[in-house]
């Protein structure tokens, strides 16, 4: 008879607990959201988060509130994100490279991207750009494989750092060209640009949004971009796809994440107010003028990208040899 008490006792103290949990589900959110942005401010990741961040808080009727971690190719703010409470207040952006390369790039990260992340949402994805200096004799990917193949380990291109989209998107061009070139890292993705401009380096792949102003202004040279189809901000830019390269095919990506173990009806909430957030049209424009594709959709169609991209990416990283610095 005891043991019966006891039973029911128990399991009315587990009712209680789901229907405690259960409410507090229902009154998400309650007190102000942490956003986690694994970059610094000022920066494209910044930009585009407390764009969505402000959306998102007039739907959900709380404050938003911006935190930037940035370190370590984006790793130290993807593993604050990862490490902390699953209760809906701590809420992040996921981005290419420490979500999809980095864990086979440095190989001894304090974070699974899989195990300790849950997909939110995708926000957005963008091609990049093979450009270079207007002065340049290169005019067509044909120059460029030509001249790389007529002096192995001579032509030079820039990047923002090693292990980026600026990066990989030149190994990657690099495997499926057959070719060989000598990768000159630099602090930013400014920085590299500048140098190009310069004359100092042979080329880059760039972001759209930032190169697209100096190929307007005859600062740069655009050869091809790095998308399936050409873009309505440059529609004399072939694809590589359409010069007899449809394997190098890149799309810087980021959207929203949460650690794991959030419960799926807040995932559920956070992922219907982003959704609704990027049905904004100041917002739509502003991502779509930048040559940016716009995201939305379910958590698991963004969990497919990452584990898609984390196989391609993890494959480039190994046949290239890239080391982190």
Same mark, same amino acid.
């Given at each position: 008879?005891?043991?019966?008490?006891?039973?029911?006792?128990?399991?009315?103290?587990?009712?209680?607990?789901?229907?405690?949990?259960?409410?507090?589900?229902?009154?998400?959110?309650?007190? &102000?959201?942490?956003?986690?942005?694994?970059?610094?401010?000022?920066?494209?990741?910044?930009?585009? @988060?407390?764009?969505?961040?402000?959306?998102?808080?007039?739907?959900?009727?709380?404050?938003? %509130?911006?935190?930037?971690?940035? =370190?370590? =190719?984006?790793?130290?703010?993807?593993?604050?994100?990862?490490?902390?409470?699953?209760?809906?207040?701590?809420?992040?952006?996921?981005?290419?490279?420490?979500?999809?390369?980095?864990?086979?790039?440095?190989?001894?990260?304090?974070?699974?991207?899989?195990?300790?992340? @849950?997909?939110?949402?995708? %926000?957005?994805?963008?091609?990049?750009?093979?450009? *270079?200096?207007?002065?340049?004799?290169?005019?067509?990917?044909?120059?460029? %494989?030509?001249?790389?193949?007529?002096?192995? +380990?001579?032509?030079?291109?820039?990047?923002?750092?090693?292990?980026?989209?600026?990066?990989?998107?030149?190994?990657?061009?690099?495997?499926?060209?057959?070719?060989?070139?000598?990768?000159?890292?630099?602090?930013? /993705?400014?920085?590299? #640009?500048?140098?190009?401009?310069? +004359?100092? *380096?042979?080329?880059?792949?760039?972001?759209?949004?930032?190169?697209?102003?100096?190929?307007?202004?005859?600062? #740069?040279?655009?050869?091809?971009?790095?998308?399936?189809?050409?873009?309505?901000?440059?529609?004399?830019?072939?694809?590589?796809?359409?010069?007899?390269?449809?394997?190098?095919?890149?799309?810087?990506?980021?959207?929203?994440?949460?650690?794991? +173990?959030?419960?799926?009806?807040?995932?559920?909430?956070?992922?219907?107010?982003?959704?609704?957030?990027?049905?904004? &049209?100041?917002?739509?424009?502003?991502?779509?003028?930048?040559?940016?594709?716009? /995201?939305?959709?379910?958590?698991?169609?963004?969990?497919?990208?990452?584990?898609?991209?984390?196989?391609?990416?993890?494959?480039?990283?190994?046949?290239?040899?890239?080391?982190?610095?």
């Amino acid at each position: 008879m005891q043991l019966i008490k006891n039973l029911s006792i128990f399991l009315l103290s587990c009712v209680t607990i789901l229907a405690s949990a259960a409410l507090a589900q229902t009154n998400y959110p309650n007190k &102000p959201i942490n956003f986690i942005v694994p970059y610094g401010a000022g920066g494209s990741a910044d930009s585009r @988060s407390r764009q969505i961040a402000q959306k998102m808080s007039v739907i959900l009727k709380q404050p938003i %509130v911006i935190d930037n971690k940035p =370190g370590a =190719g984006g790793n130290i703010g993807t593993e604050f994100i990862a490490r902390a409470a699953p209760d809906g207040y701590t809420i992040g952006m996921g981005n290419f490279a420490p979500m999809a390369v980095n864990k086979t790039l440095f190989g001894n990260l304090r974070y699974d991207p899989e195990a300790d992340l @849950s997909p939110v949402m995708l %926000v957005e994805k963008g091609p990049l750009v093979l450009v *270079v200096n207007p002065n340049s004799s290169y005019k067509t990917i044909q120059d460029i %494989v030509n001249a790389a193949k007529a002096k192995p +380990g001579v032509l030079t291109f820039s990047s923002g750092g090693i292990g980026g989209s600026h990066q990989l998107s030149a190994e990657l061009f690099e495997l499926n060209a057959g070719i060989s070139m000598i990768h000159v890292p630099y602090k930013s /993705g400014s920085a590299a #640009l500048t140098d190009l401009m310069a +004359g100092n *380096v042979d080329l880059m792949f760039d972001q759209m949004y930032s190169a697209v102003p100096s190929i307007k202004a005859d600062k #740069l040279r655009p050869i091809a971009i790095t998308s399936k189809k050409r873009s309505p901000l440059l529609p004399n830019v072939p694809s590589f796809a359409e010069l007899g390269y449809p394997k190098v095919e890149v799309l810087n990506w980021q959207g929203l994440i949460v650690p794991k +173990g959030t419960p799926k009806a807040i995932i559920d909430q956070l992922n219907a107010a982003a959704n609704e957030a990027l049905k904004d &049209p100041q917002l739509r424009e502003l991502m779509l003028s930048q040559g940016n594709e716009i /995201g939305g959709g379910s958590p698991a169609e963004f969990a497919a990208l990452i584990k898609a991209e984390a196989a391609k990416w993890s494959a480039v990283v190994k046949s290239a040899n890239i080391k982190p610095e």
